[in-house]
Each structure stands twice: as structure tokens, then as C-alpha cells.
């Protein structure tokens, strides 16, 4: 069995100066394990947006140790850490960060072009992506022409387009519908089983709880609960 794609260890976090200083998380351990989809849940405020920008290695913790892939990322060169962070992590946003210009098969490509991958290859790698998520047939559209569900499923794709070992999503569903939601999540579980990577969500959203494998919550600062998913649902 391989060790988790992504692991916290013990990470506490100070954010702000002075009198206004705060501390958002609190020893937090989390191990996120490849093949899973894991929903980070807890009220506003409780850490889950400095957790998750800790473990994307965007932000350096207080103290504590994170692990990509079994790396420890601390002492490591800014040039180093962005390239952890680039072979191994997608972010995914609530609001998609698509380019308007572009269209969806270019909106993909453009993770691979910029690492210099060949216009062949790109081509072929976002074509399999968009399929993954459920779009081929809108490779041509543009992002005025898809659904806010169909612009997040495209920024998935990009996502996972470097074949990344974990994918974070911060609030991916908050901007949709019922409906739109429940399409992004049942993609995002899909590529947690089918591709052995991990997955971690942060969501205020009940409804997809479903969708889970695991569900951690987080309140102020700390973890309080972690616990296996006994019926998630089956995705298509
Ligand atoms: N620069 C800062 N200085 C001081 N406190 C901060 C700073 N940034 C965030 N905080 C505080 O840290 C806490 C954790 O914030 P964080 O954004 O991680 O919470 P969250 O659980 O993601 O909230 P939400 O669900 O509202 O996005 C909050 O109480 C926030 O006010």
C-alpha cells in the first residue's frame, strides 16, 4: 500500500500582528490518501481556506511539517516548491479562472503548453480530459457558451491535465446550482477512484456530503471529527 498523497503533521498557523494576531489552526494533523474524496467541512472562520493553502504549499506554516508525495516541503528553494507543487497538485477555485478568449480545449491546453509539452501531445492530453469530465463534445465552445457546471468541469479538467497526485477544490460548488453541483461533485469523486488521486474539498455545502469518502470537520482551528463516508453515492 503507498502512503498518502498529501499529509499535514502537526501544523499550527499565526496569521496577522500585534494585537490582531490569531491563531487559525492548531496542531491539525490530516493524511489525504490517493483513491479518495475527502470534504473539509466547518463554519466560516474555522481555518479550512488556511489549511488547504497550507497543504497547496502556497503558504508557509507557522510550524509543522507538509509532505507531498512523501516530500517534506520545508527548507525547499521557492523554485523547487513550485515545481512539488506543479508535478503534484491541481487547485480548483470557485470561480473557474477560465480565460474568455480561449476556448475549452485551449483553456486546457494551456497547462500543458506553458510546461512545454509539444502541441500533439497538449492536443491529445486536454482532449482525454475533457472526456474524463463529461465534455468532449463542448471542446469548441467558449466559456460564454457553457454553464457556470460546465465552466467548473473545464477548470477541472485543466486541473488534472498534468496528472497531478492530489486535487484540491476550494468551495468548487458554491457558485451552482442543485443540479450543476451534484455534476461537478460526481466528476470529482470519478477522478478520486478511477485515477488513485486524491481529492480534497472544502465546502460549507451539505448537500454533497454524498459524494464523500471522508468527511473532516474543522472548527476553530482544530480538528473534531474525521470519519469514513458508510454509504457515499455511486457515481455514474
Ligand atoms: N491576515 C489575517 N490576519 C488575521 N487573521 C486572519 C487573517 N486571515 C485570516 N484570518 C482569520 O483566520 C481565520 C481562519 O480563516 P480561513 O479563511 O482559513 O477560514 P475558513 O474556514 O476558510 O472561512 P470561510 O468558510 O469563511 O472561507 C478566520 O477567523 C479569519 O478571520
Not at 479518495?36 to 497547496?56: F, R
Not at 471542446?139 to 457553457?146: D, I, T
Not at 454533497?208 to 469514513?228: C, L
Request: charged fraction near 20%; hydrophobic fraction near 40%.
Amino acid at each position: 500500500m503507498t502512503g498518502p498523497v498529501l499529509e499535514a503533521i502537526d501544523i499550527s498557523q499565526y496569521l496577522g500582528d500585534g494585537a490582531a494576531r490569531f491563531q487559525a489552526l492548531d496542531a491539525v494533523n490530516l493524511a489525504i490518501a490517493g483513491g479518495e474524496l475527502t470534504l473539509l467541512m466547518g463554519p466560516s472562520g474555522s481555518g479550512k481556506t488556511t489549511l488547504l493553502s497550507i497543504l497547496g504549499c502556497m503558504l508557509t506554516p507557522s510550524s509543522g511539517t507538509v509532505r507531498v508525495n512523501g516530500h517534506p516541503t520545508a527548507g525547499l528553494e521557492p523554485g523547487d516548491l513550485a515545481r512539488l507543487r506543479r508535478d503534484n497538485i491541481g487547485f480548483v477555485f470557485q470561480s473557474y479562472h477560465l480565460f474568455q478568449t480561449l476556448t475549452a480545449i485551449d483553456n486546457v491546453r494551456i497547462a500543458l503548453d506553458i510546461r512545454g509539452e509539444s502541441s500533439d501531445r497538449s492536443t491529445q492530453k486536454a482532449t482525454e480530459v475533457l472526456a474524463i469530465v463529461g465534455l468532449a463534445h463542448k471542446a469548441g465552445s467558449y466559456p460564454r457558451e457553457l454553464s457556470g457546471g460546465e465552466q467548473q468541469r473545464v477548470a477541472i479538467a485543466r486541473a488534472i491535465v498534468g496528472d497531478p497526485s492530489v486535487l484540491l477544490a476550494d468551495e468548487p460548488t458554491a457558485a451552482l446550482d442543485a443540479e450543476n453541483g451534484r455534476a461537478v461533485m460526481s466528476v470529482l469523486a470519478r477522478i478520486a477512484r478511477d485515477s488513485a488521486r486524491g481529492v480534497l474539498v472544502v465546502t460549507h455545502d451539505p448537500r454533497i456530503s454524498s459524494f464523500a469518502d471522508r468527511v473532516v470537520h474543522i472548527e476553530d482551528g482544530r480538528i473534531i471529527s474525521d470519519s469514513r463516508a458508510a454509504g457515499s453515492q455511486k457515481v455514474a
